[in-house]
């Protein structure tokens, strides 16, 4: 367990903490009041126990880089970095958004209208189409790194395991090679892959997938169950949406990377046009690419197979009676 480091009126520079808004993996992030300029932000620190893992304190300097990197009215803009006093402990200062989750949204509403959850679709797309154009993929896309407003505006965070391209790789000893969520990670990934850009667009279909249907497209009793189903299956299909819009989600969630949209552009195009999109004939029974083949198709080449052996097996016979 965690301890938290930071109280209430603690002050960190000209910052003032306010309270606790939420921990993840390798951080802690704390409400807190500027006095410089009177705007609330957040302060987001490293927890106290892996603070000494130099590579820890390398994702932090490779976090600050892509802040750096990124202004967006759909991505939170990082403000500030500092140390805390008397420490090598480092800490990124964020805009504060007033809102919620998007997981806690979907809980309360999903599945969602096809405008609504096409529009927030969108605005993602928006986003990581900036984030690519600068060379950052997220990796680690999910409602839970995702806030929206009362206003229905969409905020990305958390580019802790985000990809720099160029950049030299990341080894951290409490991540594993396959880093993101289960349930939101491209095959890719699950096989310890970087990823590139067409990670992010299965990630963001897989969410549009769970916004129209009120679950994602796989589901299992554990992580790895869920995880083997991205490798070898390909996703089912959407139904109760319009056909045009279940082949953009389709498209975007396949398993095989060139077989999806290959910008993030690409994508947002087919969001902002889904309705002019020609509906794939496949998506009544999703083609086997790579892995293990469908059901029928199993059994057309296992029956193929028998036949061929059948096959052989007579002709030997046919032969050694002409001897």
Same mark, same amino acid.
């Given at each position: 367990?965690? $301890?938290?480091?930071?109280?209430?009126?603690?002050?960190v /520079?000209?910052?003032?903490?306010?309270?606790? &808004? /939420?921990?993840?993996?390798?951080?802690?992030?704390?409400?807190?009041?500027?006095?410089?300029?009177?705007? +609330? &932000?957040?302060?987001?620190? =490293?927890?106290?126990?892996?603070?000494?893992? =130099?590579?820890?304190?390398?994702?932090? !300097?490779?976090?600050?880089?892509?802040?750096?990197?990124?202004?967006?009215p759909?991505?939170q !803009?990082?403000?500030? +970095?500092?140390?805390?006093?008397?420490?090598?402990? =480092?800490?990124?200062?964020m805009?504060?958004?007033e809102?919620?989750?998007?997981?806690?949204?979907?809980?309360?509403?999903?599945?969602?209208?096809?405008?609504?959850?096409?529009?927030?679709?969108?605005?993602?797309?928006?986003?990581?189409?900036?984030?690519?154009?600068?060379?950052?993929?997220?990796?680690?896309?999910?409602?839970?790194?995702?806030?929206?407003?009362?206003?229905?505006?969409?905020?990305? *965070?958390? %580019?802790?395991?985000?990809?720099?391209?160029?950049?030299?790789?990341?080894?951290?000893?409490?991540?594993?090679?396959?880093?993101?969520?289960?349930?939101?990670?491209?095959?890719?990934?699950?096989?310890?892959?970087? /990823?590139?850009?067409?990670?992010?667009?299965?990630? *963001?279909? +897989?969410?549009? %997938?769970?916004?129209?249907?009120?679950?994602?497209?796989?589901?299992?009793?554990?992580?790895?169950?869920?995880?083997? !189903?991205?490798?070898?299956?390909?996703?089912?299909?959407?139904?109760?949406?319009?056909?045009?819009?279940?082949?953009?989600?389709?498209?975007? @969630?396949r398993?095989q990377?060139?077989?999806?949209?290959? $910008?993030?552009?690409?994508?947002?195009?087919?969001?902002?046009?889904?309705q002019? &999109?020609?509906?794939?004939?496949?998506?009544?029974?999703p083609?086997?690419?790579?892995? %293990?083949p469908?059901?029928?198709?199993?059994?057309?080449? &296992?029956?193929?197979?028998? /036949?061929?052996?059948?096959? @052989?097996?007579?002709?030997?016979?046919?032969?050694?009676?002409?001897?």
């Amino acid at each position: 367990m965690h $301890t938290v480091r930071l109280a209430a009126g603690q002050s960190v /520079g000209r910052y003032d903490i306010l309270d606790l &808004v /939420g921990e993840g993996g390798m951080s802690e992030s704390y409400r807190a009041h500027d006095r410089e300029t009177g705007r +609330t &932000v957040v302060l987001k620190v =490293p927890y106290a126990n892996i603070i000494g893992d =130099p590579a820890t304190y390398s994702r932090y !300097q490779r976090e600050t880089e892509i802040g750096r990197r990124l202004v967006h009215p759909h991505i939170q !803009q990082l403000l500030d +970095t500092g140390h805390l006093d008397g420490s090598v402990a =480092p800490y990124l200062v964020m805009e504060y958004v007033e809102g919620e989750s998007l997981r806690r949204y979907l809980e309360d509403h999903a599945p969602l209208a096809v405008e609504e959850a096409v529009d927030l679709a969108r605005q993602l797309a928006d986003a990581l189409e900036a984030c690519h154009a600068q060379g950052i993929i997220h990796r680690d896309l999910k409602p839970e790194n995702v806030l929206i407003s009362a206003d229905h505006q969409l905020k990305l *965070l958390d %580019f802790g395991i985000a990809l720099l391209q160029g950049a030299r790789r990341l080894t951290w000893s409490r991540l594993s090679n396959s880093v993101g969520t289960p349930d939101y990670m491209a095959p890719e990934q699950v096989r310890g892959e970087r /990823g590139d850009v067409r990670t992010d667009i299965y990630a *963001l279909g +897989t969410m549009l %997938f769970e916004m129209l249907a009120g679950k994602v497209p796989y589901e299992g009793d554990n992580a790895l169950a869920i995880m083997n !189903q991205h490798v070898q299956r390909e996703a089912p299909r959407l139904h109760g949406s319009p056909p045009q819009l279940a082949t953009v989600v389709a498209r975007a @969630i396949r398993r095989q990377p060139n077989q999806r949209h290959q $910008t993030m552009a690409a994508l947002r195009h087919d969001l902002e046009h889904w309705q002019d &999109v020609e509906p794939y004939t496949w998506l009544e029974d999703p083609p086997s690419v790579g892995g %293990f083949p469908s059901p029928l198709k199993a059994a057309i080449l &296992v029956l193929a197979l028998f /036949g061929g052996l059948a096959l @052989i097996g007579l002709l030997a016979q046919l032969a050694h009676g002409t001897h």
